[in-house]
């Protein structure tokens, strides 16, 4: 008999770290994954010297529309697209974006517009999410990754200043 209780007990420890294991592994891919992206979006406003957004809708929009839009914002969710981001589908109650708007693509983006003397700088807050949820216990937690752009002093952008 005291052989099976203690075999009880070492099978419940190895599930524990097993659940333990597959938890960080998920957090750890997710994290990769939105960091990747908001690195990606900031050199994207980098290269293009602001934000531009797209005319268009982007998430009702084809492949081949999608490519001829030469846009920032058409360029961001091109590329959230083609290495699998899983965005959350925010509703207008429940939007995570503290400052700044929701792109589509599931980021939120801020255009901040400090002066410095006569030279005005403009920079670009970008935040991604990692969507976490427990299905067991059915709780979804959405935790935010920012990275902010270089210093640019031409704005191709048409966001106003926050």
Same mark, same amino acid.
């Given at each position: 008999?005291?052989?099976?209780?203690?075999?009880?007990w070492?099978?419940?420890?190895?599930?524990?770290?097993?659940?333990?294991?597959?938890?960080?592994?998920a957090y750890?891919? @997710?994290y990769?994954?939105?960091?990747?992206?908001?690195?990606e979006?900031?050199?994207?406003i $980098?290269?293009n $010297? /602001?934000?531009?957004?797209?005319? *268009?809708?982007?998430?009702?929009?084809?492949?081949?529309e999608?490519?001829?839009?030469?846009?920032?914002?058409? +360029?961001?969710?091109?590329?959230? +697209?083609?290495?699998? #981001?899983?965005?959350?589908?925010?509703d207008?109650?429940?939007?995570p974006c503290?400052?700044?708007?929701?792109?589509t /693509?599931?980021?939120?983006?801020? +255009? #901040?517009?400090?002066?410095?003397? $006569?030279t @005005?700088?403009?920079?670009?807050?970008?935040?991604? #999410?990692?969507?976490?949820?427990?299905?067991?216990?059915?709780v979804?937690?959405?935790l935010?990754i920012?990275?902010e752009?270089?210093?640019?002093?031409n704005? *191709?952008? /048409?966001f106003?200043?926050?």
């Amino acid at each position: 008999m005291r052989e099976a209780i203690g075999s009880t007990w070492l099978i419940g420890i190895v599930i524990t770290f097993i659940a333990i294991f597959s938890g960080f592994l998920a957090y750890s891919i @997710s994290y990769t994954k939105a960091f990747r992206v908001k690195n990606e979006i900031i050199n994207i406003i $980098e290269k293009n $010297e /602001g934000f531009k957004s797209s005319p *268009n809708d982007l998430t009702n929009i084809t492949d081949t529309e999608l490519k001829e839009d030469n846009t920032t914002a058409a +360029k961001a969710f091109r590329f959230i +697209k083609s290495i699998g #981001y899983d965005y959350a589908k925010f509703d207008s109650s429940s939007n995570p974006c503290k400052e700044g708007t929701l792109q589509t /693509g599931g980021y939120c983006l801020a +255009k #901040y517009c400090p002066t410095n003397g $006569e030279t @005005s700088r403009i920079y670009y807050k970008v935040t991604t #999410y990692i969507s976490l949820s427990i299905p067991i216990i059915n709780v979804g937690i959405n935790l935010p990754i920012s990275g902010e752009t270089k210093a640019l002093y031409n704005d *191709n952008g /048409g966001f106003d200043c926050e």
